[in-house]
């Protein structure tokens, strides 16, 4: 049999289930998943490898409308990942109040099969997800259109299925033991941005950025620093917390994340810097890894 291999390009809007379909697919926890919208914010590979193919998912930020260049490094993002794609997963969550014409103009970018998942079924009734699925068959015509769980593996299979299927044939193109095209660093970053996610309200998370400056690997431990940025003096504050025992809540928990990812002890030292309005600055998002 000819070995195969493609680019499935998981799109939404934010919030809709992307990361946690992704994880779903690919058995691993590569994209962190909060309930906040707009956590995922770089385009990550998650890669499925066996002897006869390799699936190259790609998990993108949620389809926004930018406010800064943040956001538009992210948006540039999905359209790089629609451009690559074999396939294209584009998921909803079946309650969403969906606003398609960003959605619709992006897929103008690509003549790759289209296919709908419907998430989160398992917050809706029987009739819901029919309604949605004749709405999503008038609206976009997809290849195909799956009514899924990604949180409770639901359908998950189907899915996989139709991905194999229509996998064209080609060599691999990672090495076949590839997981994803991201380092360690990165993931560790992940990790405490996915707390800083979890820990604080309101516009703390979106303006928080955070930095891996060092990573020791050593056989009995990982010595990992990051820099956590953050806009202004204020946020600074509130990472901290009193006594500083936000920042101690934080680092504890990315720290057992980090255990369980790595295999390893860890040791977390995290520092808080300000730098005004990174967001909106091209050579600071360079440099924090944003084209
Ligand atoms: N009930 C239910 N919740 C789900 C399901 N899939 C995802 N969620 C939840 O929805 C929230 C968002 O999930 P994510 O996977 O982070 O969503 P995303 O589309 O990657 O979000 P962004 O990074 O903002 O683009 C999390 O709280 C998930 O646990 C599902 O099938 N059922």
Do not use: C
Not at 52 to 66: A, E, H, L, M, R
Not at 133 to 140: D, G
Not at 195 to 212: D, L, M, R
Not at 222 to 247: C, F, P, W, Y
């Amino acid at each position: 049999m000819a070995h195969k291999a493609g680019f499935v390009s998981i799109i939404g809007k934010p919030n809709a289930g992307k990361s946690t379909l992704m994880n779903a697919l690919v058995g691993e926890k590569m994209s962190i998943i909060t309930p906040k919208a707009q956590t995922t914010r770089h385009r990550i590979l998650g890669i499925v490898n066996t002897d006869d193919y390799q699936i190259v998912f790609s998990d993108t930020p949620g389809i926004i409308k930018p406010h800064y260049a943040l956001h538009e490094s992210m948006m540039h993002q999905v359209d790089g990942s629609i451009v690559d794609a074999d396939l294209i997963l584009l998921v909803t969550d079946i309650h969403e109040e969906f606003n398609e014409q960003d959605v619709i103009k992006k897929l103008e970018g690509s003549t790759a099969p289209l296919v709908v998942l419907i998430n989160k079924i398992d917050l809706s009734t029987e009739d819901e997800v029919k309604e949605k699925v004749e709405y999503w068959q008038e609206k976009l015509n997809p290849k195909a259109i799956y009514a899924i769980s990604a949180l409770l593996d639901h359908n998950i299979k189907a899915v996989m299925d139709f991905v194999l299927d229509g996998l064209p044939e080609h060599p691999a193109y990672y090495e076949k033991d590839a997981l994803t095209d991201r380092n360690d660093r990165f993931f560790a970053s992940e990790m405490i941005r996915a707390q800083i996610f979890k820990q604080y309200k309101k516009e703390i998370p979106y303006s928080t950025e955070v930095i891996v400056t060092a990573f020791v690997e050593g056989e009995k431990l990982h010595r990992i620093s990051a820099e956590i940025i953050v806009e202004r003096d204020s946020q600074k504050n509130i990472i901290i917390g009193t006594k500083g025992e936000m920042l101690k809540i934080v680092g504890t928990y990315a720290r057992r994340d980090m255990e369980d990812f790595f295999q390893k002890k860890i040791f977390l030292e995290m520092f808080v810097k300000v730098i005004p309005d990174w967001r909106s600055k091209k050579n600071y998002l360079k440099k924090f890894g944003y084209e």
